[in-house]
């Protein structure tokens, strides 16, 4: 969706390393979330927010950050990445805090740790 | 612990017959439910919702069912096309406390020309 990009799409990193996944949208909509996808799992909600510097905590969010400081970026930090954070980032948004009318994810940034 | 459960990985169906995905959830207080459709390395787009207040809605060739007692939601897709082919997820949330959305694992559709 053109409304939504994720940089990088691909990325491998070392064990122990920082990264940083981006997530910008020219929707305007106020939330924006941070899902991981795994077989056996299906998505899972790392972060939200709920607006700019207004973050909270989702299902599995040990070993992440994220921050909001301004309304189309929303960013995901691996503080020091693991071999159980190799997964695939999708980043969403979404008008309605209920999620009326369901999300619009990205394409995803498929992130390996070696 | 999964709250939302597809137990069918997979599922092949001939083009033009009608394709049945399911998907059963734990937690009583969900009452808003979505199907997505997932593509080969592409985000997940939405399908189709259903509040807890009605047990069918309709979308063209989708439709979904909700069975609130039996904690049971069904996506009917009528007829099947060969784009159909991708992988479905089904989404829970209780609206009374916010923001989060439990997925199901996904089934993977085929369907067979």
């Known amino acids: 969706d053109a409304g939504i990009t994720q940089s990088p799409r691909h990325k491998v990193t070392e064990t122990g390393t920082p990264v940083t996944l981006r997530c910008h949208q020219t929707?305007?909509?106020?939330?924006m979330y941070w899902y991981r996808q795994d077989p056996g799992h299906g998505l899972r909600l790392i972060h939200y927010?709920?607006?700019?510097?207004?973050?909270d905590k989702g299902e599995v969010s040990d070993g992440y950050s994220v921050s909001r400081s301004k309304t189309e970026d929303f960013l995901l930090t691996l503080e020091s990445a693991t071999s159980s954070q190799t997964s695939v980032y999708f980043c969403?948004?979404?008008?309605?805090?209920?999620?009326?009318?369901?999300?619009?994810f990205g394409s995803g940034t498929r992130l390996t740790v070696v | 612990d999964q709250q939302v459960k597809q137990n069918s990985p997979s599922l092949s169906v001939q083009e033009g017959r009608i394709s049945i995905l399911n998907c059963d959830y734990t937690?009583?207080?969900?009452?808003?439910f979505l199907w997505y459709k997932k593509y080969p390395a592409e985000g997940p787009t939405f399908l189709i919702s259903?509040?807890?207040?009605?047990d069918k809605n309709e979308d063209g060739r989708f439709t979904v069912f909700l069975n609130k007692s039996a904690k049971h939601l069904s996506l009917h897709i009528v007829p099947s096309q060969p784009g159909d082919s991708a992988v479905y997820f089904c989404?829970?949330?209780?609206?009374?406390?916010?923001?989060?959305?439990?997925f199901g694992t996904g089934t993977s559709l085929t369907v067979i020309p």
């Open positions: 929707e305007n909509h106020r939330y």
């Open positions: 989404a829970a949330s209780d609206r009374g406390t916010g923001n989060q959305f439990y």
């Open positions: 259903i509040s807890s207040i009605k």
């Open positions: 927010s709920y607006g700019v510097k207004d973050t």
């Open positions: 937690n009583s207080m969900f009452d808003y």
């Open positions: 969403a948004i979404s008008e309605s805090g209920q999620g009326i009318g369901g999300y619009t």
